[in-house]
Structures are given as C-alpha cells and as structure tokens.
Nanobody, 128 residues
Framework: QVQLVESGGGSVQVGGSLRLSCKAS????????MGWFRQAPGKEREGVAA????????YYADSVEDRFTISQDNAKNTVYLQMNSLKPEDTAMYYC?????????????????????WGQGTQVTVSS
C-alpha cells in the first residue's frame, strides 16, 4: 500500500522559513520522481518543485526558484522542501506526489496527471 506522508507545515511570518517532509513507503522509491504541489483556496493545484530520486535533477516553478529547495534523503525514503523567504502568496495546502510511470522534463514535471500517488497535504500559512 503506497503512502506519502507530509509533515512540517505551520504558520510563519513573512520572510520566515519552513521545511516540509514527505516520507514514502509501499513502492519502489528510487528511480522515480517526486514532486511538491500546492493549492490555495479558490485556485488550482500547481507544481512547486520536483526531483528524480537518486539524481541531482530538480525542477522549480518560477515563483519559488531561489527561495525553495527540494532535496532527498534516500536512506529515509524522504523528500524535503526547504522554503525560505516565505511570502503571503505561498500560503496554501502543500501536497507531496510520486510519479512512477512517466519520465519528467522541464515541460511536464508540473502536470498533475503525471503523478499517480498523492499525500494528504500539510498546511502552510504565511502572515504579514
């Protein structure tokens, strides 16, 4: 049974930092892709970052590049999203997702239908 369990969300002030974690289990973690998405109230779910497990390949949305970093701890089957210089517009539910079916590139890593497993989400709230 595949499980993606997110943690690390919370409330911070503008300019603060948070680190989200996503622990994966129940499938072959290595050699697949994992991504972070977010969804604010009234908006569509959007891709934030993605990585190919076991490599240094990463992708970022323009809105978070230079502020967020996606990383892996493969001994723990865990992907992290380090979020710095947080802004009110970063407020959203953040979801971890795994893709075990498709190769991802710069033009498709952010497409939701490329991911076949999803976590339950963790809330991030940034206040001014």
């Amino acid at each position: 049974q595949v499980q993606l369990v997110e943690s690390g969300g919370g409330s911070v002030q503008v300019g603060g930092s948070l680190r989200l974690s996503c622990k994966a289990s129940g499938y072959t973690y290595s050699g697949n892709y994992m991504g972070w998405f977010r969804q604010a109230p009234g908006k569509e779910r959007e891709g934030v970052a993605a990585t190919y497990i076991g490599s240094d390949i990463t992708y970022y949305a323009d809105s978070v590049e230079d502020r967020f970093t996606i990383s892996q701890d493969n001994a723990k089957n865990t992907v992290y999203l380090q979020m710095n210089s947080l802004k009110p517009e970063d407020t959203a539910m953040y979801y971890c997702a795994a893709n075990t079916r498709y190769a991802l590139y710069g033009h498709n890593w952010y497409l939701r239908d490329r991911y076949n497993y999803w976590g339950q989400g963790t809330q991030v709230t940034v206040s001014s």
